[in-house]
C-alpha cells in the first residue's frame, strides 16, 4: 500500500503543472490564514452561537434548509472548541430562537481577549471547503493550464475573499459542494452529482435555484448519456433533497417540530424560497421568465450534459443578482460560475475584473451598518472608532454640489455590475453555444 501510495505522490509532483497549482494553494492558504483571525461581521457571533448551541445539545441538523451546514459546522466545532477555553461566556445562549447577536454583545465579543483565536477557529470549515473548492477546480479541466488559470481566478478573487474570511459567513460550504457536483457531472457519475448537489440544496436555501435545472437535464438527456435507472434514481435523490430544502417534510413530520423548536417552519413564514420569485417587471415575474428560458433551452439543446448543468445554474443564480443586491457576501454564490467558465474562455478575465470593481464600488458607496465595513474589523469596529466610511467621506466632500451625488454613485456603479454580469452571461452562452454547434444531431 505504502510503496503504491508513494509513488502516486512522486508522479503527482513530478509534473510542473501540479507544482504550480501546489504553489497556487499555498500562497492562498498563506493569504486566508493571514486574514481569517482580524475580521468577524456581526453575523459571525449569531451564527456561532447558533453552532455552540447545537453542539451542547447534540443537534446536528437544523430542519430549516441549511442541514449541511449546520452539521459541517457542528462537527468541527466539537473537534476544535476544546481551543476555546472561554467559549461558555462568549456564546453561552440559553434560547436558540434568540440567537441573533446585538450590536452590545457583537462589541463585546470582538473586545474579548481570545477574539482572533476564536475567529479563526470559527472559520477553519469555510478554509477547508474553500481549499478543497480550489482542488475541484484545479481538476475540472483535462487541460492543466486550464485549470490552473481557473484556479488561479477562484484563489484570489476579493468577492469570495471577502465573504468567507472578512465578512465571516459559511458560503463556502455550499459552493463546495456545488463545485464537486459539477465535477461529478462532467465525469458522467449522474447519482453522485445528484447527492452533491442536494447537500448543496441544503447547505444554502437559496442554492433551490439549482434543482430544476439539474431535473430537467437529468430527464431530457438522451438514454445513451444518462440510461433510464439512472434518470429515475438520480430525479429521485434531487426531488428528495429539495424537499429538505424546501422544509417539506415539516408538512407532516411532527418530530422534526419538537427536534427544532421555534426553528422550524421558519422558513416557510419568512417565505426564504418564495421572495426570490417576487421580482416582477408589471405583471411578467423576472426571474420565473429567465428560469423558463432556460428550462426550454435544456429540452431543446443538443450541448453535452456538464454544460448543460453549467450553464443553466450559472444563470439561473446570475439572474438573481441582476434583480437582487440585499448584501456583499452573496455574490460568492455566483463566483464558481465565471471562474468555471474562464478554463473555457479567456476572454472571461476582463469582464470579471470589471465585474469585481463594479461589486467593490457598489458596496464601498452603499455601506451600512452591517454589510460592507462596519463591524467588520475586530476588535476595531468602525462603528466604535468613529473612522469615517466612504460614504461619509464622499457626502462631505460633495456636499450636494455636483448631480453625482452619493445615490447617483451608488446606482453607477450598480449598473457597471450589471453590465459586466450580462456580458459574462453572454460570453458562457457563447462557449456552449459554439459546443452545441458541432454535436451531431
Known amino acids: 500500500m505504502f510503496p503504491a501510495l508513494k509513488k502516486n505522490i512522486t508522479l503527482f509532483y513530478s509534473d510542473h503543472h501540479n507544482n504550480q ?19 468577524g461581521h456581526i453575523d459571525v457571533l449569531s451564527e456561532a452561537r447558533r453552532v455552540y448551541y447545537w453542539s451542547e445539545n447534540n443537534i446536528f441538523l ?12 457542528v462537527i468541527f466545532f466539537k473537534l476544535t472548541s476544546f481551543l476555546l477555553p472561554d467559549r461558555n461566556a462568549m456564546f453561552f445562549q440559553p434560547d436558540l430562537y434568540h440567537t441573533t447577536a446585538s450590536h452590545l454583545h457583537s462589541f463585546e465579543f470582538v473586545s474579548h481577549s481570545t477574539v482572533f483565536r476564536t475567529l479563526f477557529i470559527l472559520k477553519l470549515p469555510f478554509l477547508v471547503c474553500d481549499m478543497l473548492t480550489a482542488w475541484a477546480v484545479y481538476s475540472y479541466f483535462p487541460q ?63 442554492m433551490i435555484f439549482y434543482f430544476l435545472v439539474f431535473l430537467a437535464t437529468v430527464i431530457t438527456a438522451p438514454v445513451q448519456q444518462v440510461p433510464l435507472k439512472e434518470k429515475i434514481l438520480a430525479s429521485a435523490i434531487i426531488i428528495f433533497f429539495a424537499a429538505g430544502t424546501l422544509n417539506l417534510f415539516t408538512a407532516f413530520a411532527g418530530y422534526f417540530q419538537e427536534e427544532g423548536g421555534r426553528e422550524v417552519g421558519r422558513i416557510l413564514k419568512e417565505g426564504r424560497v418564495v421572495h426570490l420569485f417576487a421580482f416582477s ?48 457576501h452573496f455574490t460568492s454564490w455566483m463566483v464558481i460560475f465565471p471562474v468555471l467558465f474562464y478554463g473555457y474562455d479567456r476572454t472571461l478575465l476582463k469582464p470579471f475584473i470589471a465585474f469585481c470593481i463594479g461589486w467593490i464600488g457598489h458596496w464601498a458607496f452603499n455601506t451600512d451598518l452591517g454589510v460592507f465595513t462596519w463591524w467588520l474589523a475586530a476588535p476595531f469596529s468602525l462603528h466604535f472608532t468613529r473612522i469615517p466610511t466612504l460614504p ?50
Open 21 to 39: 497549482f501546489l504553489r497556487l494553494m499555498i500562497i492562498g492558504l498563506l493569504i486566508r490564514i493571514i486574514l481569517m483571525p482580524f475580521f
Open 62 to 73: 437544523d430542519y430549516i434548509s441549511r442541514n449541511t451546514t449546520m452539521f459541517i459546522e
Open 144 to 206: 492543466k493550464e486550464d485549470g490552473l488559470r481557473s484556479c488561479a481566478m477562484w484563489l484570489f478573487n476579493p468577492v469570495t475573499l471577502f465573504a468567507f474570511y472578512i465578512f465571516g459567513r459559511f458560503e463556502s460550504i455550499p459552493i463546495f459542494f456545488s463545485a464537486v457536483a459539477f465535477l461529478a457531472v462532467k465525469k458522467h457519475r449522474i447519482l453522485l452529482a445528484a447527492v452533491l448537489l442536494g447537500l448543496c440544496l441544503n447547505g444554502r436555501e437559496m
Open 281 to 328: 417587471l408589471h405583471r411578467i415575474m423576472a426571474i420565473p421568465l429567465i428560469y423558463s428560458l432556460i428550462l426550454i433551452w435544456i429540452w431543446t439543446s443538443r450541448a453535452d450534459i456538464e454544460k448543460k448543468v453549467l450553464l443553466g445554474c450559472a444563470l439561473a443564480m446570475m439572474s438573481f443578482f441582476a434583480f437582487s443586491s440585499h448584501t456583499a
Open 392 to 441: 461619509e467621506m464622499f457626502q462631505w466632500i460633495n456636499n450636494g454640489q455636483t448631480i453625482f451625488d452619493l445615490r447617483m454613485m451608488i446606482y453607477l456603479f450598480r449598473t457597471f455590475f450589471i453590465a459586466s454580469l450580462i456580458y459574462m452571461a453572454y460570453l458562457m452562452i457563447r462557449v456552449v453555444g459554439k459546443s452545441d454547434e458541432t454535436r451531431p444531431v
